[in-house]
């Protein structure tokens, strides 16, 4: 299929603009998937759900950058509820997230109002009158990915400084032995609670930005979010994992990115854009075989 430069260059630039988006909430899938061990299926319901906060308050008034703030404490919260319906109602985990994630999409819904809420006419963190005062034009195209890019790189310096914490070494303990967070006194509960609404307000947070990019809030906008989570940890951890100077949460975000040009890829090549959720799951599918085809090799050479 013959492309242009032109075309290749805006794809490269939607590759870019949606992974360092969905690279924010890779990361919080980091935390419950690689750090926690928690499949927490709640991710697919705080997406939408910082996004339904966001484009609400940005019809209220509020300032767009005030709404990323929101969105992120949205997010905790639910996964706070989360990780209390598992540590203090003794559900399993699977479950927990399962309960949640369905009770958000209603929760949702009752914060937009309907199913589609568009932002278009309004200012965002990407369009509004200052940087068409002070931003040159030929800067405008890419304004989307600087910005992108800025907030993940925030985020995933503030999430280093905090694994490197008391608190963090507490989270990352009790994904590998929970037994030794019990012997230091601490509550295994506790910790879990924190590291999901750490991780869930990292996901709305993205839902957030991405609602604010293509301006409007779309209640499926959240399906699969686990998936497209997983493959980036996945794909990050495995590609990097024996490059010691790359730290895991950068390997998550380069996994985002390289996630977004495989779908683009199959998307230029014929596939439809309906079809993005068989990519998706195909994708998915070939790198967990790959992954476990590699674990089983590494066992038989050892």
Known sequence: MDMTLEAILTILLGVLEEGFIYGIMALGVYITYKIL???????????????????????????PLLTMVASFCIGAFAGM????????????????????????????LRIAGKANVAIFSKETIFENTLFEKYVPAIVGPFLVVIISFLILLLMKVLLDMYLQTKSGYLLRAVGDNETIVTSLAKDKGTVKIIGLSIANGFVALA??????KNGFFEISSGTGTMTIGLASVIIGTNLFKKANKIKATTAVMMGAVIYKLCVSLAIALGMEASDLKLITSVLFLSILVISNDRRRRNKTNA
């Open 37 to 63: 061990d928690f499949p927490d299926l709640s991710v697919d319901g705080t997406f939408p759900l910082g996004s339904a906060v966001t484009v609400v308050l940005i019809i209220a008034g509020v300032n």
């Open 207 to 212: 839902g957030g930005i991405h609602s604010q």
């Open 81 to 108: 509820i989360a990780g209390l319906i598992h540590v203090k109602l003794k559900v399993r985990d699977l479950f927990a997230g399962i309960i949640m994630m369905t009770a958000l999409y209603s929760i949702n």
